[in-house]
């Protein structure tokens, strides 16, 4: 294969000029294979899109359906019995590229819980003016507490109402849930909610509960 950079003129200096790469070979005429000019060509390309099927989105009146795995708004999910999947380790908020993700972990008691377990998210923020909407975040979390919906209306005219809340992002509550503080339904402890029950020495795992 030759290489055209070795034709050109060497660059030279003299006195005290700065020297540049030869520009000769820009020079040269371009050589055209085709005997149909330029612009004929040109309306060719135009003429060519006329009978192509339309593509208009006739959006918002006609909600477009995304594919199922589409990357939108995010879920803080719940467990059957309505307690919070998320446990506050802010493994979510160190995944993100973008740094939109800001928890702050609170500690239950059993006066007040939240979630199974120790810990749950006490403050939980989603700044969607720096989501990229990766995804990066939803692989991370441990519990399955943080998943993506199809929702994509997340438009706004100011910058303070794009920062969403824990309460903005959490799962609603359907049939059988119930809004915490209140105890565990599902078990005793947390191994209830995330594993089943050891069946003759088996020690595989399962997600219940999960919602989106
Ligand atoms: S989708 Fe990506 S950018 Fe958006 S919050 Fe999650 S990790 Fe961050
Ligand atoms: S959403 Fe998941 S990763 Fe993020 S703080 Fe909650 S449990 Fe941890």
Redesign the pocket.
Known sequence: MSDNRSDRTPAKRSGGEVARPSTDHLAKPAVRDSLIPAAVQGFGVTFAQIFRKVTTEQYPFEPKVTKPRYHGRHV?NRHPDGLE?????????WACPADA?Y?E?GDNTEEARYSPGERY?AV?QINYLRCIFCGL?IE????R??TMSNDFELADDNRQDLIYTKEQLMAPLLPGMEQPPHPMRLGDDEKDYYLRVPEAGSASEAVVGEQA
Request: charged share 10%; hydrophobic share 35%.
């Open positions: 803080l999947k998320c446990v506050g380790c802010e493994l979510c908020a993700i928890v972990g998210g939980y975040c991370a979390c441990p519990t507490s943080l």
